[in-house]
C-alpha cells in the first residue's frame, strides 16, 4: 500500500523530463537504436521554432499545453517523464518503476494506445505498425 501512495504523489508532483541523454548514461544500446530512427532526428522536419501544436507529437515534455524540453520524440515521449522513477534501484524494479509513471511499452495494448496518440494516421515515410519496436535492438 506504501507504494501506491508514493507513486500517487509521485506521478502528481513530479512530471520532472530528466531527458534523452540522461535515459542513455544507462541504456547506451537503446540510446543508439534510438538515434537510428526519425523519433531522434524530429528536429530536422522544421525549418524553424515548431509551434507548440506540432510540439504535442514531434517533441518530449507538455507540450502542447506546456513546454516542450526537446524537439525531438525522445525516451520520455514515450515512456513517461523519468524523475520519478529513474534511478537505478526503482528503474530495476518494473513493477516499482511502473507505479512511479514509467509506461511499460512491452504491452502491446499500451504501446498502440502510446503509439496511436501521434500515429492516427499512416507516417510519410513508412505505415505505423505498432507490433514492431521503434527502436530494434541490433546487438
Same mark, same amino acid.
Given at each position: 500500500? /506504501?507504494?501506491? =501512495?508514493? *507513486?500517487?504523489?509521485?506521478?502528481?508532483s513530479?512530471?520532472?523530463w +530528466?531527458?534523452?541523454?540522461?535515459?542513455?548514461?544507462?541504456?547506451?544500446?537503446?540510446l *543508439?537504436?534510438?538515434?537510428? +530512427?526519425?523519433?531522434a532526428? =524530429?528536429?530536422?522536419?522544421?525549418?524553424?521554432?515548431?509551434?507548440?501544436a506540432?510540439?504535442?507529437?514531434?517533441? +518530449?515534455?507538455?507540450?502542447?499545453?506546456?513546454?516542450?524540453?526537446?524537439?525531438?520524440?525522445?525516451?520520455? *515521449?514515450?515512456?513517461?517523464?523519468?524523475?520519478?522513477?529513474?534511478?537505478?534501484d526503482? /528503474?530495476?524494479?518494473?513493477?516499482?518503476?511502473?507505479?512511479?509513471?514509467m509506461?511499460?511499452? *512491452?504491452?502491446?495494448?499500451?504501446? +498502440?494506445?502510446?503509439?496511436?496518440?501521434?500515429?492516427?494516421?499512416?507516417?510519410k515515410?513508412?505505415?505505423?505498425?505498432?507490433?514492431?519496436?521503434?527502436?530494434?535492438?541490433?546487438?
Amino acid at each position: 500500500m /506504501m507504494i501506491a =501512495t508514493l *507513486a500517487s504523489a509521485a506521478i502528481a508532483s513530479r512530471r520532472d523530463w +530528466t531527458g534523452t541523454a540522461a535515459c542513455g548514461a544507462c541504456h547506451p544500446k537503446e540510446l *543508439a537504436a534510438w538515434q537510428a +530512427t526519425p523519433h531522434a532526428n =524530429t528536429r530536422g522536419r522544421f525549418e524553424g521554432k515548431p509551434q507548440a501544436a506540432c510540439l504535442g507529437c514531434h517533441g +518530449t515534455g507538455d507540450a502542447p499545453a506546456g513546454a516542450a524540453i526537446a524537439v525531438e520524440v525522445g525516451c520520455e *515521449a514515450c515512456h513517461g517523464a523519468g524523475a520519478a522513477y529513474a534511478e537505478d534501484d526503482l /528503474m530495476r524494479d518494473k513493477p516499482v518503476a511502473v507505479a512511479l509513471g514509467m509506461v511499460d511499452l *512491452a504491452q502491446p495494448g499500451v504501446r +498502440t494506445s502510446v503509439c496511436n496518440g501521434c500515429h492516427v494516421r499512416r507516417t510519410k515515410h513508412l505505415p505505423f505498425d505498432p507490433s514492431i519496436s521503434p527502436h530494434q535492438l541490433r546487438l
